[in-house]
């Protein structure tokens, strides 16, 4: 039973292994996710998306707390569930284009590189939280960053 459960943890928080591409695995999670997002959670109603959003985010505090006994490492690259998580929220109540998309696509990727604060402060947090909760913020900062260019007709 052990065995498989260590097994369903690192594929949730691995999201299917993307997070073994030898460079920018958090970078290829997002794109390998594109196609759940563009098929599933586009055409979901918003409170469904927030919903299973949330779930995610539970799941991924779960699975990545985990993940960090498994690999040995507080914060491991392979645990790219929390990238994900962090696209989903950028995401979150936007109507989808194409170009909204690619925009939140780079816009989630690069404030997750760049933690703006507090997102590089709450790293601190133990396991699953500390993985988590940076991205969550900084797909916040993306959200609000997605609408204040479609208020202004950038995209």
């Not at 960090?68 to 994900?84: A, L, R």
């Not at 989903?88 to 989630?108: S, W």
């Amino acid at each position: 039973m052990k065995f498989k459960m260590r097994n369903l943890i690192i594929v949730i928080s691995t999201f299917f292994y993307s997070g073994y591409f030898p460079f920018a695995p958090g970078t290829f999670a997002t794109l390998c996710f594109i196609p759940f997002y563009y098929f599933f959670f586009s055409k979901l109603n918003p409170v469904l998306y927030l919903i299973f959003t949330i779930i995610l985010y539970f799941i991924g505090v779960w699975s990545s707390g985990y993940a960090s006994v498994i690999f040995n490492k507080k914060d491991p690259g392979k645990v790219v569930i929390d990238e994900v998580v962090g696209f989903l929220i950028t995401m979150l109540f936007i109507q989808f284009t194409t170009e909204r998309l690619i925009a939140g696509f780079f816009i989630a990727r690069i404030l997750d590189i760049i933690k703006p604060y507090p997102a590089r402060q709450l790293e601190i947090l133990k396991a699953g939280n500390g993985i988590m909760v940076d991205d969550a913020v900084s797909g916040i900062y993306g959200n609000i960053l997605l609408w204040i260019l479609i208020f202004f007709k950038v995209l």
